[in-house]
């Protein structure tokens, strides 16, 4: 028969049990942690109507979509969780409490142009909290103490969570005449860590921002000092615009409450140069970095914005989001060695029976379950050396063999696979467990 | 501006948080079933190259695929997780461990005709065992005590796991030298059920079996008694044919064997009638029938296979599984109230701040979230009664309200929400969760 080559899409991720195993942790602790925090599961569809998902969708994002025809309906796949949100509360809004918490986990696809770390398969972890009218600032200050757990249990100590307020660079802009020019200027600013000072004047210049607004715009993002002194330095700038009053007083109210929700000092602060996307954002915006490995760029990303689902209902639904692109994290992770993919297994215990009649071994391992340890039971006839190569090549911690002098004894040998110590232990499951908790959580 | 209309795809599942937590706790008992058995973890694209998915597909299935170009790339999506694992083994045959046992919990595609209760987008949850070369019988019998542990911690009790075996069927047919028809008697009698046996006779009259092999066939299945009555009935036709032979010796050690995996009587039978597929399975086949509600059809299915990557490689791996198809499982049982989506929060304590300074109800909310307990804080500025409709709408179990009273008393004021009942308790922790103890898990 002619074989077809087993193949996978580059930029589709597909990892080995080990790493699997990893990066389902990594999903899990994120998970979990959204639920500490009160919040609601949501699973919507990968495909949804062209008509719906593209409803506000242009530009680069258009270019990027998986878009197809099946029979006469125009399809496309879902290119991140917040249009779908979108669509869902606009949709389901009489059913739902608000304000609405939800997480949502799922893979979201973009055809990007493959190169290495990029994927155009991947999952993002997103939370967001959706008030029916208004939503209180307050809420912004809430997420970034639900960032600050999760890097915590993924196992960070120096990460920084950046934050802004759209409405300050709105209104500096709006101040210098230069509002209708304010996406581009946000596009070339955001840049300023990628490509320097003199390059964004240079960008500045070339659109053309006289010189005297270059300035003040430069003076203004260079703005130094702890997130206090930011802030003191911004009311003393004397900007007579609204919008920026606003923006310096709600991002000063944010971080009073950042302290109040117990987020360390050393874990986030005032970074005026962060604007997140050109128009989606209206107030509050965070970026997250880890600042051994500043070059994976933001893990996590999000802000407020005025109004989640103007395109699909005339109801004003405020809200406020952070997003965690984990696959790019994981693999970002990986390549650093900086997670390690150890575990090769998730049994903790595995039975080998050396004799025919399986029964106890069976009876034993269904304890061991029953009591919470993900046991196996080697069921091939194999040599005794082959199984104990399989146990050592999974590092499946324990090793639990029953032949007929323990049938005969009622009692088992278990070997600790990493340090090769053998007891006799009793043929009983609480025994078992006894004799290797110092190892099973 | 325009609006577009919120819709979700027909086909597509999209539910309502109270029933996404109910769908959540269900596939999240799967899941810890299949790692209490060992099986590792795997994710695998929802995209695939099209000429390694459908290598082997064909027929029905091809028409259902979701194929489209994306560039010069020919893809479709996954309508199945054994084709993704067959090209996933033999990829990384290399690197795995075997018999290699994995699961996977995903969403498959499957353009079918819509009608209520069918779906386009719907979750699998497998588990296969995958041996290189060869893989005893005895995982036969090991997997319907993972089908029967996972019914059980679904609530259920009255359920039947019904076993063949396909070399039994196919040995008849070859006695009967109806070997080249064989598929199609098979598609015939696998509709017993479903159409009654006068059918059956009639539609295999129409092929052009003869009335003394259709005569043989019936009474073939309509084979009565237990399952050892059934085995040994067998064993009395006297047939000569060696598949039919090894067919029945392998049932009857799969049988044997699922009594010492501690399945019990009344949860499997041996059933001569299932066939499964076409062309697929070669030994033991699996059905697993909900006995009150026969109209589900079958919850989980599967069986043995010869050769699992036929199609990638030359190694030979027999391997056998099943699967639950998640989806349809909890469409049917939520329509026919037979679980009821009642939880509608994932939060366990709701706090409701009735003062100014959050700096108490935050600290005790990550307090309760540190000892395990999922927590919000009502954050936004309404009437109290406002904020208790919200608590009693998403029916969170206990609400905390601290006020300038308990500040001052360092104490909190603990409502029961179902009862009715308010305790006032130490502002702590460990305490509140005292008071709480009976309903929290």
New interface residues.
Partial sequence: ?N???????SG??????NE??L??QMKEKIENTY???????????????S??LL?KAGGETEKQI?R????E?D?SLRFDLTVPL???V???YG???F?F??YQIG?V?R?ERTQKGRFR?FYQCDIDVI?DG???L??DA?LP?VIY?IFKELGFDDFTIRINNRKILNGLFESLEQKEKSVEILRIIDKIEKIGKEAVIEELTKIGVSNNSINKIISFIEIKGSSDEKIEQLENLQIENETFIIGVSELKEVIK?IR???VPEENFKVDLTIARGLDYYTGTVYETFLNEYRELGSVCSGGRYENL??????KKLPGVGVSIGLTRLFYKLNELNIIKAEQ????EI?IIPMIE???EP??LA?EL?KLGI????Y???KKLKAKFK?AD??KIPYVIVIGEDEINSNTIKLKDMETGEEKILPLNANEVIKGTRPLIK
Same sequence: chains 1, 2.
């Fill in positions: 028969m074989k077809t080559e087993p193949r996978t899409l589709f991720m597909e990892l080995l049990p699997q195993i990066f389902n639920k500490k925090f009160g919040f609601l599961p949501l699973d919507t569809p990968v495909i949804e109507l008509e719906v409803a998986y197809f025809n099946k029979g309906t399809l979108s669509k869902y606009a949709k389901n059913n739902l409490s304000p918490r939800r893979k696809y055809g398969e008030g208004e939503l209180d307050i809420n809430e103490s757990t409450n109040l929700f117990g689902a103007e395109y699909y209902t005339n090769k297994s998730v049994s595995m009649n399986l029964e069976i009876k269904t379950r993900n046991t196996e039971i069921l091939n006839n399989y090549k999974l």
